[in-house]
Each structure stands twice: as C-alpha cells, then as structure tokens.
C-alpha cells in the first residue's frame, strides 16, 4: 500500500493536498485505460461512493438527515456535504500520468458497474482494480477523517506513507457508534484527534490543542443559536503543550445548585477565556469576568449541546405568565442556578453571553429563543422540569 505519495511519518496535510497527491491512483490507472469518459465514470463512482444514499454509498445516512436526532442529523449533512466537496476536488485536481504498483486490501465498497467495467476489460485488469480500490478507499476514509470538522477544508490532517489508513481502527468505532446510537460527544472528539495528530484525548474531551493546532467546538467562536451542535472548529493556532480540553467536574448533578435571586447586581459582565492547568495532558477552559463568578467551559458546551431552540414564526410575544429574569441575576449567583417549577424567561440577553449563560443553568430544560414566537419557545423542551427560556438579543 505504499508507493502512491512522498509522505514522512508525521507529515499533515490539507483536503486539497490529499485530493491531490491521491490523484496520482487514478492516473496510473488512466495510463491502461485512457480516456475522458474513462476518467468520468471513475470520478462517477467516487461520487457514488461518498453519497449518503445509493447501492454503492459507504455511509448510508441520507435518513438521519429527516428522521434523526440533532447529532445524528448533523454529521448525515455534514458527511454528505464533505462527500460532495471531496469529488468537486477531485474533478477539478489535475489527473498526473505515472505507474504505480501496489498491494491494495480489498475493502468490500461497491463499483458502479460502468467503473467496474472499465477496469476489467484489460489484461492487467488485478493491478488495476487494486489501484482504483486504494483511490476510493483513502477518499472514504478522508471524507470519515474530517467528519467531526465544521470548517473541514481548513484542517490538517496526520499522514504517512500509507495516507490515511493509521485511522482504520478508530473511524470503525466511529462509525459503529454513530450508526447504532447517537453519539457521545467526546467520541466525536476522540475522532477528531485521531485525525490530526498522535495524542490521545481521554473521555469527557469536548475540545484539544496539539502541534498543528486547536479544535473546539464551533460555538465558541459561533452563534448559540445557529452553530452545529457537536462539530468542531479548526484553528492553526497552538500556543501551548498538547492537551484535552475538560469540564472542571464531570458530573454536573454533584454541583451546588441555588435559585437566582430576584433582584441583584444589573451590571451586564464581560467574559475572557482563560485557561488552567489539570495536569497530566488534561487543561480547563474558563470563561472569566470581573463582576461575576467564573463559568466553566466545558459546562456551558454541555448546556448548548443539551438545549432546545425555538427558532422562526411568526412575531408572538410573551403572554405575561411565568417569572422573568436579567442575564446579570443568573449569572451573579454562585453554583449552578436550578429555578423552581414553571416557565422563566431570562430576556434579552446578548449574544456573547449566552454561551456564559448556559455554563450557569442546570441544563435539565433550556430553550434558546430567537424572540419571535413566543408559542413555540413555551411549547418547547420538556413538559416536566422546569423550563427556562432564553431569549438571544
């Protein structure tokens, strides 16, 4: 299996960059059986491979895009809308003319016939279709490489004279995990890591700094309201050792809890992120003020990834019912706040200190609102636990 790139040990490498050393298959493959149809049919079957539905899809997933739940749902979009950027890269790399031999480990991914059919129709038909496999199969598993990744075509990837079959093993736990549950997020992340670099991240990661870079996730620097729920951010950025980002406590139900106060400090704080130390390859995340208590990162990712959204409609405002609060009461209060039974609607709150917000607030029922039907914020989330309703300013 080696023999198709120059790669050192170690080396890391853009989307397009593996797109297109990976196109040196294909070429030696097109020496045999030239010709632009040729060349079509076999990017076809690429394309095929990478859709999220069909007879030759890798990742049938196209249904959890309708019927899944909100992690399931994201990384069906997310693996179809790499898929397809995969094969644009493909059809528009430069196709080089070399020979290359190698022993390629039959995969099992389905042909569309009219592939098939070119690569068997000559005499050195076995070198061939160990040549296309390999192409394939080190596009699948780019495609499954850069799934956890929102900004996918940013990240570098860890790879080696064999491309990226170092990440066989942990793409299949993947993958069984994705497909019969819907996935933990530190699963997502231990993906993520596996992908870019030789650390290992432990469970309860929701993020990572290694040589070439950081992955959190995308609501940190995004929207709460319109970022992915459980992808990451890449950033070339590495200032510091490698670690796994953690939540300073792991359950979050052992934390003090304390209903906010009526009234109190009105000051509205602003937030930093610092970062702290937790020994052995393991760092916290803090979001910081100078009028309000510090709210753990990792926290505050829990709460947006368990929240509910109420987003769209038409204008209806509240009706009165239920008690109101300021983004400053919540955040002031020591510990987790729990609020009694019944909907509370904590109004106006700017958008960068919602992620703060949800760090603060027992993540059993909170609903993000966008401030238009209120119908939908009040009928969101559980019946049960008290719901609290957040409205993004």
């Not at 493959?29 to 990017?43: A, I, T």
Request: charged letters at 20%; aromatic letters at 6%; one cysteine or more.
């Amino acid at each position: 299996m080696t023999g198709w790139n120059n790669w050192a040990t170690g080396a890391s490498v853009t989307a397009t960059d593996f797109v297109r050393s990976a196109g040196g298959l294909i070429g030696a493959v097109l020496v045999h059986v030239p010709g632009e149809q040729v060349r079509k049919d076999l990017l076809a079957g690429l394309a095929a491979s990478l859709a999220t539905a069909g007879r030759e899809s890798v990742l049938g997933v196209e249904h959890f895009e309708r019927t899944g739940d909100d992690r399931r749902r994201e990384l069906a979009r997310q693996a179809r809308v790499i898929g397809s950027g995969i094969t644009t890269l493909a059809e528009k790399s430069a196709v080089p003319v070399c020979g290359v031999v190698l022993r390629s480990n039959c995969e099992g991914h389905l042909w569309t016939p009219a592939a098939a059919a070119h690569l068997a129709r000559t005499p050195n038909a076995p070198v061939l279709m160990q040549l296309y496999n390999e192409w394939l199969h080190q596009l699948v598993l780019l495609r499954d490489a850069l799934l956890p990744f929102h900004n996918w075509e940013q990240v570098r990837l860890r790879v080696d004279e064999h491309g990226l079959r170092r990440i066989e093993d942990p793409r299949r736990a993947f993958l069984t995990d994705y497909l019969t549950r819907s996935p933990r997020h530190d699963v997502v992340v231990q993906l993520a890591a596996w992908a870019v670099s030789e650390f290992r991240v432990p469970q309860r990661a929701y993020g990572f700094r290694v040589e070439d870079g950081t992955a959190l996730p995308s609501v940190v620097t995004g929207s709460p309201l319109h970022s992915p729920r459980g992808l990451l951010d890449w950033s070339d950025a590495a200032d510091g050792e490698p670690t796994a980002f953690v939540p300073v406590v792991d359950d979050y139900l052992a934390i003090p809890t304390a209903e906010p106060a009526s009234s109190g400090r009105q000051r509205q704080p602003e937030y930093m992120l610092v970062e702290t130390g937790g020994g052995a390859g393991r760092s916290r995340l803090t979001l910081r003020s100078d009028h309000a208590p510090d709210v753990d990162l990792g926290q505050a990712l829990r709460g947006h990834r368990y929240a509910y959204l109420a987003v769209g409609g038409e204008p209806h405002t509240p009706d009165g019912s239920g008690s109101q609060y300021t983004a400053p009461q919540v955040l002031a209060t020591d510990g987790l706040v729990d609020f009694p039974s019944g909907t509370h609607l904590i109004d106006d709150v700017p958008d960068r200190q919602v992620l703060a917000l949800l760090g603060k607030i027992v993540p059993h029922n909170i609903v993000l609102w966008d401030g238009r039907d209120w119908t939908r914020a009040a009928g969101a989330g559980k019946a049960g636990p008290p719901r609290v309703v957040v409205r993004v300013a």
